[in-house]
Each structure stands twice: as structure tokens, then as C-alpha cells.
């Protein structure tokens, strides 16, 4: 791999994690980065495996202390992070970390392992197009619909951002541009290349 770190951002609607899922499926050298959150526990999480559930109190303290590499608060009031002691250790034994991230957070990266991969998993325009408040009113509150449609278009216009981003029409040849992403040097559209990572030497996250 080009870097020993990649960071995946999915545009809302576009299948949260199935396209991570299928690339460590076939590429089980990869090893997902488990996040903090402050939110509760949901039936057959497991702290540790899951996520790493803290309190509030906790992450606030961890994020004071900058121990986290990255964090961000979520629309439904909770907060996540990744420890950065934790993808360090990963580093350290030169394992290839994915991280699923929302875009607060891969800026954050980036500043920190500025040759991570970056990617942005973008919906098709024809799913995107389904996904509409008229399709949801059953599930959620107008207000609820609107805000999530606000923030989907946020993170749209961050794409220009991430070094490669890939359209989730068919799995198969999404997951194949994951994998062209994966041996190809981190580039920055609008900045352009950035330096390619030596594997034989993993790089530490930034403290």
C-alpha cells in the first residue's frame, strides 16, 4: 500500500460501511480502526471490540489531554474519536489501519498523517435521488429529514478535499477503486500529489 493509513469519508446514503466491509473482506491484512464515542452502548456491542465507550467526562478530559488524533460531534449530540496511542501501536507493528470517518475528523487526519489515503465513498446520483425526505417520513421528523439532508450536502462539498473518491453504483467496481486508491500515492485536488509513503516505514500520527 502506498501508506499505511486510509481514511474513508461516506457521503450520507451511500451504504455506511459496506464498502469497508468488502474491502477487509478481501484484503484481511487491513485492520479497522476501532473509535471512541460517548454515545450508549447498542444491544451486542462489546467496549473494546465495537468501539471504545467512554463517558462524557472522559473524552472531554482525553481530548484536553490530546491523546485522541482525531474528534468530532455528531448531529444526534454524541462525539467520536480515534486514540492516537492506539493506531500509533497498529503503526508501530506495520499493520494498514482503515479509519471510517465524518469529514471533522479527516481533516483532522490529514493534518496529522498528511500521506494517509484518503478517500470519499459518494452515492450514485440515482441512489442519492431515492434517498429523499418523501422516502424517509415514516422513519424520521421533517426537521430531523431536513437536517440530515443540510449535512449531506456539507459533506458533498468537502469532496473536492479527499485525494481520491469513489462512486458506489455497482460494489464490484466500487470496491476495485478502493483498491486502485489503496496502491496509488495520496493526492490532494486541489494542492496536488502529496509525497508517496515508504511501507517499510509506517508514519506516527502527529500529537
Known amino acids: ?24 473482506e478481501r484484503h484481511p491484512e487491513l485492520e479497522l480502526s476501532v473509535s471512541a464515542t460517548t454515545r450508549a452502548p447498542r444491544p451486542g456491542e462489546r ?3 465495537d468501539y ?14 490530546g ?3 482525531e474528534h468530532a460531534e455528531l448531529r444526534a449530540g454524541a462525539a467520536t474519536a480515534r486514540c492516537a496511542s492506539e493506531l500509533d501501536d497498529r503503526l508501530d507493528a506495520g499493520k494498514p ?7 471533522q475528523g479527516a481533516r483532522q487526519v490529514r493534518a ?7 478517500v470519499f465513498n459518494r452515492a450514485a446520483v440515482a441512489r442519492r435521488a431515492a434517498h429523499t425526505p418523501g422516502r424517509t417520513r415514516h422513519r424520521t421528523t421533517p426537521a430531523r429529514s431536513s437536517g440530515a439532508c443540510a449535512l449531506a450536502e456539507v459533506e458533498l462539498a468537502a469532496q473536492p478535499e479527499f485525494g481520491h473518491v469513489v462512486v458506489n453504483d455497482r460494489l464490484d467496481e466500487a470496491l476495485a477503486q478502493c483498491r486502485r486508491s ?15 509513503a515508504d511501507p517499510a516505514r509506517p508514519t506516527r500520527a502527529a500529537r
Open 182 to 196: 489503496s496502491t496509488a500515492s495520496s493526492t490532494d485536488r486541489a494542492g496536488g500529489a502529496r509525497p508517496e
Open 112 to 118: 496529522a498523517v498528511p500521506d494517509a489515503v484518503q
Open 67 to 69: 491523546e485522541f488524533v
Open 97 to 103: 489501519v482503515v479509519l471510517e470517518i465524518e469529514v
Open 52 to 65: 471504545h465507550f467512554l463517558t462524557r467526562e472522559e473524552f472531554d478530559r482525553r481530548v484536553a489531554a
Open 1 to 24: 500500500m502506498a501508506s499505511r493509513v486510509r481514511h474513508h469519508r461516506d457521503h450520507r446514503g451511500v451504504g455506511k460501511g459496506t464498502l469497508i466491509r468488502g474491502l477487509m
Open 47 to 49: 467496549d473494546g471490540v
